[in-house]
C-alpha cells in the first residue's frame, strides 16, 4: 500500500465550480501535511499546510481528518488558472523535513 | 534573488556514462534534497543534507552520490548512468522551524534527463 494515495483524476470542471479533492495517508504517527501545486513540467510550489482546525486561504480550504487519515482539499469558484496537478504530502515526524509525496490529482478546468 | 537553481535543464546520456547535476539556493537554506519524478509515481528522495559536509540517503539512493561542500550547492553524481534513471531531477531546500516542526520545501525548476 502507498503510503500518501490521491485520486490521479483528471477532474474536469467548469470554471466557477467547486471541486475536493481527498487523499489517505498510512502511517498514523504522521505529523505535518501539506499540498503542493504542480504545474505542467514544472516544479512543485507549497500552496498551503494543513492544520488540525482546518485551514481557509482564500478560495480553498484543506481539512484534516486525524482519525479517518485524510486530508482534503476544496476549491471554491474554480479559475481556468486553477488547472494544475495537486500533491497531497505528509512528513513522518516533526524532527525531519522529509516529505512523502502522493501522485497527484490532476484539475482541468475549462471555459 | 534567483531561489533554486539547477543546471542543466536538460541532458541526454548514453547507457555507462557519468554526470554531475548542480543545485544552487541563494535563500541560506540549512537543508538541501534531491527527488526524481516518474510518470505514475509521486517525487521520491534521493539523498538530502541537513548541513555543509553532511549527506544521508533518502528512499531510492542507490546508483547515485551526492556531496555539499559548500552550504549553497549540492550535487548529485551518477557515475554509470542506466535507463532506469531517466527521470525528471528536483532539488530543493528549506530551513528547519523551531520546535523541530518542517518548513517549506522550495523546489528548482528540475533536470530532464534521458538516459539511452
Known amino acids: 500500500r502507498k503510503e500518501v494515495e490521491q485520486d490521479p483524476g483528471p477532474f474536469n470542471v467548469p470554471e466557477g465550480a467547486t471541486v475536493a479533492f481527498n487523499c489517505t495517508y498510512s502511517?498514523?504517527?504522521?505529523?505535518?501535511f501539506f499540498w503542493y501545486r504542480q504545474d505542467c513540467r514544472k516544479e512543485p510550489k507549497l500552496l498551503m499546510s494543513v492544520y488540525s482546525s482546518g485551514n481557509e486561504d482564500g478560495r480553498f480550504t484543506a481539512q484534516l481528518n486525524r482519525a479517518s487519515q485524510y486530508i482534503s482539499l476544496l476549491i471554491r469558484d474554480s479559475k481556468l488558472s486553477d488547472s494544475a496537478t495537486y500533491l497531497c504530502v505528509v512528513t513522518v515526524s516533526y524532527n525531519t523535513d522529509k516529505l512523502i509525496f502522493g501522485t497527484g490529482t490532476r484539475l482541468q478546468v475549462f471555459p | 534573488n534567483a531561489g533554486v537553481t539547477q543546471t542543466p535543464k536538460f541532458r541526454v546520456l548514453k547507457t555507462g556514462q557519468s554526470m554531475t547535476l548542480l543545485c544552487a539556493q541563494d535563500m541560506n537554506h540549512e537543508y538541501m534534497y534531491w527527488y526524481r519524478q516518474d510518470p505514475g509515481m509521486g517525487l521520491r528522495l534521493i539523498h538530502y543534507s541537513v548541513g555543509e559536509g553532511t549527506t544521508a540517503k533518502g528512499e531510492v539512493p542507490d546508483g547515485y552520490n551526492v556531496s555539499r561542500l559548500k552550504k549553497q550547492n549540492f550535487l548529485l553524481g551518477l557515475e554509470s548512468a542506466a535507463p532506469s534513471q531517466t527521470s525528471v531531477y528536483f532539488c530543493a531546500s528549506s530551513s528547519p522551524l523551531a520546535g523541530g516542526r518542517t518548513d517549506t520545501q522550495y523546489f528548482g525548476p528540475g533536470t530532464r534527463l534521458t538516459v539511452l
Open positions: 502511517n498514523s504517527a504522521s505529523q505535518s
